[in-house]
């Protein structure tokens, strides 16, 4: 089974709205990641958040991680129609593989 | 530098063809990856490896075998292909740094969508 789980599985918002994805792991992380997808295409790294973090920004996002809970967030803030994809928690479960949930996808809008 | 590289983008087999998928890397990382995604699935680890020569097994290796000859390739082969393995395969690399540093991220390449019929 799939290490990280992302909730909710489709989320659609208007443009310049706020978008909230979580992601549940299941086991004791070294550190966790988040990625987007645009249709058809590869992944691409957004943010990486350490096991001893508990917030991290970079630009409009903002993601937390409470590793008592297993949980973080990733928050989009003024979303943008560029900002449509799917997004993927992915968490660094021993020093050689990392394993992704099933993804958020997030639809903005106009 | 052109990063992660994948071959073909696209093909379709029919049940019992074999192929290989290559994946090559310009960015001298140690680990390389071999996933695939299904819709509603998000990705799976096939094999991986953590340096030349080496491989190891990920969620989902049946049906699969990898080899990793050179450190800048890593190829996925399917023997005997299967209807249950049109996917999309997703190869990716990573730095590998000493043990009890964190993780750096994944670079993945463009994908391959393979159909068997």
């Known amino acids: 089974s799939q290490q990280g789980e992302e909730d909710p599985q489709a989320l659609s918002i208007q443009e310049g709205e706020n978008a909230t994805m979580n992601c549940s792991y299941k086991?004791?992380?070294?550190?966790l990641q988040w990625y987007r997808q645009n249709s058809g295409r590869g992944l691409v790294h957004l943010i990486l958040?350490?096991?001893?973090?508990r917030e991290k920004h970079s630009g409009r996002l903002r993601v937390t991680l409470d590793t008592s809970k297993k949980s973080s967030s990733l928050l989009i803030t003024a979303s943008r129609a560029a900002d449509t994809a799917s997004y993927f928690c992915?968490?660094?479960?021993?020093?050689?593989?990392?394993?992704f949930g099933s993804g958020t996808r997030l639809s903005i809008r106009p | 530098n052109a990063g992660v590289t994948q071959t073909p983008k696209f093909r379709v087999l029919k049940t019992g063809q074999s192929m290989t998928l290559l994946c090559a890397q310009d960015?001298?990382?140690?680990?390389m990856y071999w996933y695939r995604q299904d819709p509603g699935m998000g990705l799976r680890l096939i094999h991986y490896?953590?340096?030349?020569?080496?491989?190891a097994k990920g969620e989902v290796p049946d049906g699969y075998n990898v080899s990793r000859l050179k450190k800048q390739n890593f190829l996925l082969g399917l023997e005997s292909a299967a209807p249950s393995q049109t996917s999309v395969y997703f190869c990716?690399?990573?730095?590998?740094?000493?043990?009890?540093?964190?993780?750096?991220?994944?670079?993945f390449g463009p994908g391959t969508r393979l159909t068997v019929l």
């Open positions: 990716a690399s990573r730095l590998s740094l000493p043990r009890g540093r964190d993780a750096d991220t994944q670079y």
């Open positions: 960015m001298n990382h140690e680990y």
């Open positions: 490896s953590v340096g030349e020569g080496t491989t």
């Open positions: 958040i350490r096991s001893n973090e």
């Open positions: 086991t004791s992380i070294n550190n």
């Open positions: 992915a968490t660094d479960a021993s020093a050689s593989k990392i394993i």
